[in-house]
């Protein structure tokens, strides 16, 4: 079905996470591949002083972590890709490097702040230079 597909979760939702990457994993043709990914949002300029300095640099490696063992866990052969960044950007500039064909994320229900702001997932169905499904479980 799909040659390469960008699998995005969010390592603080880890069932989600897993069903997120077997559907990934189910979409894709047989030699397809997986990028299973997970973006550390940027940190607002008033907190950057109260943080270590290697903050992202750990959050990016217990990231990577966590999705190594989500694959290893689900026998899925996946390529981890963490970036740091605004998520929706993150995401699209991933899909877009490695020539996506789908990506696949999961969604909230929106609310009236989805209104004014605007969600990850919105952003990233008006950019997205290929197919997104979107996952509402």
Do not use: W
Not at 41 to 60: C, H, K, M, S
Not at 118 to 135: K, M, P, Q, T, Y
């Amino acid at each position: 079905m799909y040659k390469r597909i960008i699998a995005a979760v969010d390592i603080a939702k880890m069932d989600r996470a897993k069903r997120i990457l077997c559907r990934a994993d189910a979409l894709a043709d047989e030699d397809g591949e997986v990028i299973v990914m997970s973006v550390i949002e940027d940190v607002p300029g008033y907190l950057v002083a109260d943080l270590a300095q290697d903050y992202v640099d750990r959050a990016i490696m217990t990231a990577e972590k966590k999705l190594e063992e989500l694959c290893a866990k689900t026998g899925i052969r996946a390529v981890v890709e963490v970036r740091a960044g605004k998520c929706a950007s993150a995401i699209l500039t991933v899909a877009g490097e490695r020539d996506a064909d789908l990506i696949v994320l999961g969604s909230h229900v929106p609310d009236i702040s989805n209104y004014f702001l605007g969600a990850n997932a919105d952003r990233i169905v008006r950019h997205a230079r290929c197919s997104v499904l979107i996952d509402r479980h």
